[in-house]
Each structure stands twice: as structure tokens, then as C-alpha cells.
């Protein structure tokens, strides 16, 4: 699977904006070992964003495009608040749910992909913010977990109701004042990754996205094992440096410092045991992969 | 009851889809104008009129014929391209054609760029940008053609047609059904045919592409 379903009647083509010649060109579609390094190398899948400048959701979104196996096959779901600002600007298929309803949406897409596309593999993935997730959409996504549904939940924690100006959601930490929310959260962050093994994940993995290699792995499980056995879910820490009073620059630093061994972004991960067999035999199947082509190599030489 | 008729705009903000208003869709052999059912010669001769007429007659080819996704989508793109450079043959000083792609139908924000695009969900910007007093869709999605093909009814006094390959559209000025290769080039022998025979209104337009 790879271009040949992208591409540009001839007779039109210099009439086509730049982005979409460009795409066509060099996008990483098709390409089997795909990730961040592609990134300045190849067309994004990002053409621009609306996020405030400095976002770390800006750059998890460009980690997690330059890493999505299989994107010409792959439909994401958003929801409402910063990220679907962005969601234009992707070249990935993409679903703009009501606030919240993104895991019951992704359900019905994922099953309806399966019987109008039986022989062909298709991802879905979800990403929505910790509101959407957490609070208003927290029965679709557990239901979803429950049901054993066969796709990929990302939640980008900035920990509030960021697009909305500042409220509080289940997922700030105790005590923090927010713009709209001044009295402080009085109870504690809600612990979502050990509620989604508890409601059947196979694969849950809380952390920052100040590693771009570490958001490729991560995401690349999650996809790989939501495809074959069953939900998923990362938790990514992207701070909102607009509402907890940062600078631009100052994103990448928020997040190292959250995620030292003590902090409460500290690199969780729960992997179910048929997962876990089916990461052993893809890496299995890396190594033979690796070895014959060193083979090759050799040989040529 | 006066009967409504699917005229240039602006009509106002909203205006109502023209099926709500009576305005049916035609039968195969047939076009319509203004909402007006008309045998479909009739709406080739009216067509190539109304380009010829206008100040900047423009095609507006969608994903479906911008994207090679089969053989034929290839074939409309290359029928589309003669048409524009017939247009461009057949105009006088003065008019000036343009062919601008509508590659997808995301709303794009903060920004599209007026000048090489046009998106459904503010196909507006694009008209006044260019001073288009005159376009065809031809190869959109029924569903955003029927929702720009309001907006630019709504908000600009923009003559639209849409050559569309299935039912056709209600909320265009002037509308095919069951496009095909051979109707592009037929359109483009009708535009041929009445060249010359039609004085191009440059004034009018101009005042009218600026609402
Ligand atoms: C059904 C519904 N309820 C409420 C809203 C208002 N709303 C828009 S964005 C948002 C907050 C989003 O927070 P989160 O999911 O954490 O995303 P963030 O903006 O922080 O990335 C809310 C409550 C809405 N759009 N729809
Ligand atoms: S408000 Fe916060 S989360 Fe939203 S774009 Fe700005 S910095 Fe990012
Ligand atoms: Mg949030």
C-alpha cells in the first residue's frame, strides 16, 4: 500500500497549491519504516497549526504523524478543544466529533471499516484533550475499553480545560488555581492509566513528548496492538504553557522536569501479556529483518 | 405565492437551500435555470453565454477530478483543461479565465490563500478576492457543492453553474446532470460556437464581483 492511490491528475497538477504537490512528492506515506527522523527530511503530514507558538502540542502532534504506521490507512477522531484547531491542517483522514463522543465514534468507525474494507488493515486512532477524555467523554471511553474495541486512545494531558480558558478537569493536579477555576482542585489528579488496565487496555503508557524517539516506540505499539488484540491508551503530557505562565521556549523544560523519576509524569507503562507476546515477536521479527539485510550487505560488498 | 428562483446574489446571510423553496431537480436530458427545468441544449447554449458574458469566468474542478483516483477522473481533468483553454480563446481583452482547485474540503484556518484555492466552507473569500463574477464546480462532492454553492449565493453577486456527475445541484444558477467527459467537451464546442456572438458585460460585472 503506498502512493499509487495519491496522486494528481496530470492535466491539473500545476494548478494544485504547493502543499498538496508536495505531499504527493515526498510524504512518508507507504513507507515502511516510517518516524520522527523523516521529520525535515520529508513532507510533513502537518501543513501549519493554530496552536498558541511554543505549544507542546504542537510538536506531539508532529511526533505522532511522522510515526502513525500506516497513515493512508489510518482515520483519526478528535474532539473539541486545542488539538481540533489543528486537525485542518492534517493530512490524515480525520473525524471531528462532539465534544466527548470521540471513543463511541471511533467504535462504530472501526467496526464499519472492518466490514466495508474486510481484507485491508485500518488503524483508527483517537486523540482528544484531557477534558474530552477524562471528564465530559470518560463513559465513551471506558465503554469503549470495556467493549474490547480494537483502536488506539491518545489523550494530550495539559491538564485543564485549556481552549476554554483555564477550567478545572479531572486530570489538574491537586491544589492547582487555574484562570477559571480559583479556588483549587480539591481533589486528587484522577489515575487514568491504572484505570485503563483495570477496564481491559493491553497497552497504557503515561509520559511527556520531550523524546521524539520515545513518542515513535509508544505510539507504534499502541497502533500495532490495538490492531491485533485490543484498546490502547497514551497519556501524553503536553503542558499548556499559556495557562500555567510559561514562555515559548519554555515547553520543553516543563516537560523534563515532570517526568523525572519522582515527578508526577514519571514514565508509567502496563502491558497485558498477549501484548506483550505480540511486542516480543515483532522485535523478533526486526532483529531477522535487520541481520538479513546486514547479510545483504556484506554480500554486496 | 411568488415562486422562488435561484437568481445571483447577494440574497442575505443564510439563504435558504433552494430545495426547501420548491426548486426541483431535473431529469436526465435535462438542466436547469434559475430553477427552471430546461432541456439540456438549452442549458449548454445558456452556460457558454454566461461565460462569455463575464468578467472572469472560472472553473472550480474538486477532489474528484483533481485526484487521479481512476481512469476517468484522469480523462474529466484533461476535459476540464480544454475547456479552460477554449475559455481563454474565446474571451475578449478584457476577461480574464481562471481555473482554481478546490483539492479538499477541511476547513482551513487561520488561512487559505485566495488566489490558488477555494474551500467550501468560505468559497466567498475567493470569489471577492478574484472579482469572479462567473464559475462552474465540476467534480465536487454534492454535499459541499450544494453548501458553497449557498455561501457565494448568500454573500457575493457571483453567477454560479455546476456540472455535476450525479442529480445535479438546485442551489447553483444553472445546473447539468450526470457530467461527463463528453459533456465538458461539449460545453467547450458550445463556448466555441458562440464566440464572438456575445458582448462581454465588463462594466456591470466588475460592480457586481465587488458586493
Ligand atoms: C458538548 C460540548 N460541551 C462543551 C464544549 C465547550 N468546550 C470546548 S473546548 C472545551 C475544553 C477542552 O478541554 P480539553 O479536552 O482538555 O482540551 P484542551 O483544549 O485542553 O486541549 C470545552 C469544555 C463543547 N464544545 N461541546
Ligand atoms: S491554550 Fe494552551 S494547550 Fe491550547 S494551544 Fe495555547 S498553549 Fe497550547
Ligand atoms: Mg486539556
Redesign the interface.
Known sequence: MSKE????????YD???SD?QDLVKSATYGKEDRGWKDIGNSKELIEQH?LCAGCPESMAFRYILASLPNPEDTVMVGSTGCTS?V???VAVHNIHSLFGNQNAIASGLKRALSVRFPGRTKDVVVLAGDGATVDIGLDMTLQAWFRQEKFTTICFDNELYANTGGQESGLMQKGFVAKMAPVGKLFDKVRLPEIARESGCHYVVQCTVSKPSLVEKVIKNAVMIAREIGPTYLQLYTPCILEIGKNSMEGLQEMRDSEKPTERFAYKEYISEPAKQLLAEMAAKAQEKKAAAKQLAAQGA | MIQYRVLPGPEHFLPPSAASMGICLPNPGEGHINGVIVPEEKAYEEAAKQFLMAKVPTLF?GPL?????NEK??K???A??HLYNTLKECVQPGQTPM???M?DY?????KI?PE??INPNHPNLTIWHNKIDCCMFIGVHCHQANLSLKIIRGGTACYTMAMCAQAGHEDAMLSFRDASVEKIMKLAEWVKKLKGTVQPQLTSAKSRASN
Not at chain 1, 492511490?5 to 491539473?12: A, F, Y
Not at chain 2, 477541511?106 to 487561520?110: G, I, L, Q, V
Open positions: 492511490r495519491i496522486k494528481i491528475s496530470e492535466d491539473l494548478i494544485m497549491p498538496y493554530s484547531l486537525f485542518p491542517m | 474542478p477530478v483533481l485526484w487521479a483516483w477522473a484522469a474529466k481533468a484533461t476540464i483543461r481555473l482554481i482547485p483539492p477541511r476547513p482551513k484556518y487561520p490563500n490558488v484555492e
